[in-house]
């Protein structure tokens, strides 16, 4: 069974920090891209940052120079650092994972409050 186990969210006050991680389950063979994605109440689903298997990113810019995506290959799991919060931050954040098939699966859902 395919498993996407995400950790790290939480309530945090605007400038704090937090820490999303994504581990995928063995199963999923062909990993290229891991990445995140966010839903705020009434929004649509938007890409955060994904990190692809050779190391290459991509952000979004209301992110860049904010949000650092890494990945640990051995381990499949996927990181966000998320420095300096921003209320307009606050959204339920998916884990995402493309394999090289175009295969894509998700994670259930962390939820990230940023607020005062």
């Known amino acids: 069974q395919v498993q996407l186990v995400e950790s790290g969210g939480g309530l945090v006050q605007p400038g704090g920090s937090l820490r999303l991680s994504c581990a995928a389950s063995?199963?999923?063979?062909?990993?290229?891209?891991m990445g995140w994605y966010r839903q705020a109440p009434g929004k649509q689903r938007e890409l955060v940052a994904d990190i692809a298997t050779g190391g290459s990113t991509n952000y979004a810019d209301s992110v860049k120079g904010r949000f650092t995506i890494s990945r640990d290959n051995a381990n499949n799991t996927v990181y966000l650092q998320m420095n300096k919060l921003k209320p307009e931050d606050t959204a339920v954040y998916f884990c995402?994972?493309?394999?090289?098939?175009?295969?894509?699966?998700w994670g259930q859902g962390t939820q990230v409050s940023v607020s005062s």
């Open positions: 063995r199963n999923i063979l062909g990993i290229y891209t």
């Open positions: 995402n994972v493309r394999a090289w098939s175009g295969q894509r699966y």
